[in-house]
Every structure is written in structure tokens, then in C-alpha cells.
């Protein structure tokens, strides 16, 4: 068996991955047909095209595209459950974190009570059909400001769903302090969400500090730039805070420059705790399989050494206990089978 047949069929967790940023052409091409006036292709081979992978820029018109196309609460559920049923059957996760921006889809026109709604059906059906076990973060799109901050803050407070566990914070991180955002993690934390911003993807360790200092970062969105300060690494290291590491993503969005220069292994001879996620697979060309498959290229991992990843990923996630012991178990089997197939 080959490595990459390994990782197809290894149980995995996914702990950074967007919700809409999730959307496949398949998936987009049903919204579309649902709102052809948005002027998103409805077309499998238009779409196909369309969302081909050029640029940076190309990728954002994607994604607020394809934000656009959400429109009403059967869309969130049909976005969702559709998600979940990709992830099930295409990358073999059995639990992930979904980072919803729910700010963006109020700012449409759903209302905050619909939305909740839309995700919690999506995530019950998806449990019950395909035994992926979903749960939402809750983030800030930190271009909107306080204005988006507050709200996001008064969703996951006063009308949380029952899913909820973590508080984060996307969207640019050039002209966009995150000192400014400190109270409302406060207040996030206060209420036992956990904290997961992106950090030090396109600035300097500095937004990873300030992640860890100011917003009370457990995980960190990815963290690229404290590859570049061994105090931070040090500190990374002792806290036990995670990198969620998302390496295509990052050769995407120029985050780095070429893959060979990406920093998982600096971040994994540090002794930090990292974890292997894809972002926005469709739209950066790839998925949870292919991006452990660049992870196993970057730290020459066999089999042994993917499933370690899994582990980790599963245990850096904030499931309950059963859950956590159910995949454990789960990937120990596999493993053993698949040692038995080939002895
Ligand atoms: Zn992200």
C-alpha cells in the first residue's frame, strides 16, 4: 500500500478548516443553480474554471462569491451538511472544527437565530449519517472591526449552539491590531470557549505574541512567522500551545515562498505541538489526504509517523473525552490492520 492510500483511509481530526471555505464546485454549483443572479457559474465545467487556483486575489473573489451565494438558512444547512458529507467520505474524518463566520452570513440577511438553527440540523443529520462528529469556532473577520467583533462576540454569548468551542479571529492581518479584539476574548474565554486565532501567517511573530499575551491564544492559526524567534518557539514548546499548520494553504497565500522553505519542521525539531489542516481545500486546490501527504514529505514520515499526526490532531482537539477515545482507538485498529496486510 502506498503512503497516500495509508492517509486516505487513516481516521483523522481536522481542526482548522473554514466553513464556506470548504464549499467544492459541486456544492457551489447547487447554490448556484439556487441563485443564478449572483452570476456564479451554474455550469460543472464554467465552475470547474472558475474556481481553478491562479492567485491570491482570484482566491478571494472565490470566497466572497461564494460567501455571496449563502443566502438563506436551507443554504447554511445544505453548505453544512453537504461539508460534512465530503470530509466523511472523501478524507476519512471522523471529528472536525469548523471555523464559521457567521457575521458575514447575518450582514446577508439571515438571522442570527436561523443560522444557528441551520448549522445545529446540519451537524446532528451529519452525526447520524456519516459518523463525523462536527463542532464550530466561532470567528471574527477581523477586516469588519469592532463593529463584526462585537457581534460575533453577542452570537457565540447570547445565542451560542450547543457546539460551540472555540472564539477565533481570520481575515487580513496587515492594518488589523489585535490588541483591539483583547476584551471580547476575554469575555469568550470567560464563558469557557476556547481560543483559536490565525496568527503570524502574513506579519511578523510580533501577531503571534500578541495572539498568546492578549487573546489567551491554546491554538494558533498558523503561526508560520514565530518559525523566525526561538523565544516564541521556546514558549510554544512549554505551554503547550499548538500550531495549526496548513501547509498548502501557505504556499498559496504566499505565506511562504516555496514548500521546501516551509517551517514544520523548524516548528517540530522545537519540540512544538503541530497539527496538519488544509484551510480552504477546494479553494486552494487541496485537501486534508494531499496536505498530510506534503506534511509527510517536509518531516519524512512513513506510516508510523502520519498516524502520529492523526493522533496529535485528535488529542489538540477540543472533543469530548468519548470522542477522543473512540478515534484513538479507531486509528490504533487501522494501523494494526494495516500492519497485519502487509506482514
Ligand atoms: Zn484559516
Redesign the pocket.
Known amino acids: 500500500m502506498s503512503l497516500s492510500d495509508f492517509i486516505a483511509g487513516l481516521p483523522k481530526a481536522e481542526l482548522?478548516v473554514?466553513h464556506v471555505g470548504s464549499a467544492s464546485p459541486r456544492i457551489v454549483q447547487e447554490l448556484a443553480q439556487r441563485h443564478p443572479a449572483a452570476g456564479v457559474p451554474t455550469e460543472a465545467e464554467a465552475l470547474r474554471r472558475f474556481f481553478e487556483f491562479r492567485d491570491f486575489a482570484h482566491f478571494i473573489e472565490v470566497y466572497l462569491s461564494v460567501v455571496d451565494l449563502v443566502r438563506t438558512p436551507e443554504d447554511v444547512r445544505m453548505l453544512t451538511y453537504e461539508v460534512a458529507r465530503e470530509m466523511a467520505q472523501g478524507q476519512a474524518l471522523r471529528y472536525a472544527e469548523l471555523?464559521c463566520t457567521p457575521y458575514t452570513s447575518v450582514l446577508r440577511g439571515i438571522p442570527i437565530q436561523a443560522y444557528t438553527e441551520a448549522i445545529e440540523d446540519a451537524r446532528v443529520s451529519a452525526e447520524r449519517d456519516f459518523g463525523l462528529v462536527l463542532r464550530w469556532i466561532y470567528d471574527i473577520p477581523g477586516e469588519s472591526g469592532i463593529a463584526a467583533a462585537d457581534a460575533t462576540l453577542d452570537y457565540a454569548l447570547n445565542h451560542r449552539p450547543e457546539a460551540l468551542v472555540g472564539f477565533g479571529l481570520?481575515g487580513p492581518e496587515i492594518g488589523v491590531p489585535r490588541p483591539q479584539f483583547q476584551s471580547h476574548f476575554e469575555a469568550a474565554r470567560a464563558s469557557g470557549l476556547h481560543s483559536v486565532p490565525?496568527a503570524g501567517e502574513t506579519t511578523d511573530a510580533g501577531t503571534v505574541w500578541d495572539a498568546v499575551r492578549l487573546l489567551g491564544a491554546e491554538r494558533i492559526?498558523?503561526g508560520c512567522s514565530a518559525a523566525d524567534d526561538p523565544e516564541l518557539l521556546d514558549h510554544l514548546a512549554d505551554q503547550g500551545i499548538v500550531l495549526e499548520v496548513?501547509p498548502t494553504?501557505n504556499l498559496a497565500t504566499g505565506a511562504v515562498d516555496t514548500i521546501e522553505e516551509h517551517p514544520l519542521r523548524t516548528f517540530v525539531e522545537a519540540g512544538v505541538t503541530v497539527t496538519i489542516n488544509s484551510?480552504?481545500p477546494p479553494m486552494f486546490a487541496t485537501s486534508l489526504n494531499h496536505d498530510y501527504e506534503v506534511a509527510a514529505g517536509l518531516l519524512d514520515l512513513d506510516e508510523a509517523g502520519v498516524a502520529g499526526l492523526a493522533r496529535t490532531a485528535v488529542r489538540a482537539s477540543f472533543a469530548p473525552a468519548d470522542v477522543k477515545t473512540r478515534i484513538l482507538a479507531e486509528i490504533d485498529d487501522y494501523c494494526a490492520d494495516q500492519a497485519g496486510a502487509s506482514s
Do not use: M, N
Open positions: 482548522h473554514h471555523t481570520g490565525h492559526g498558523h496548513c494553504s484551510d480552504d
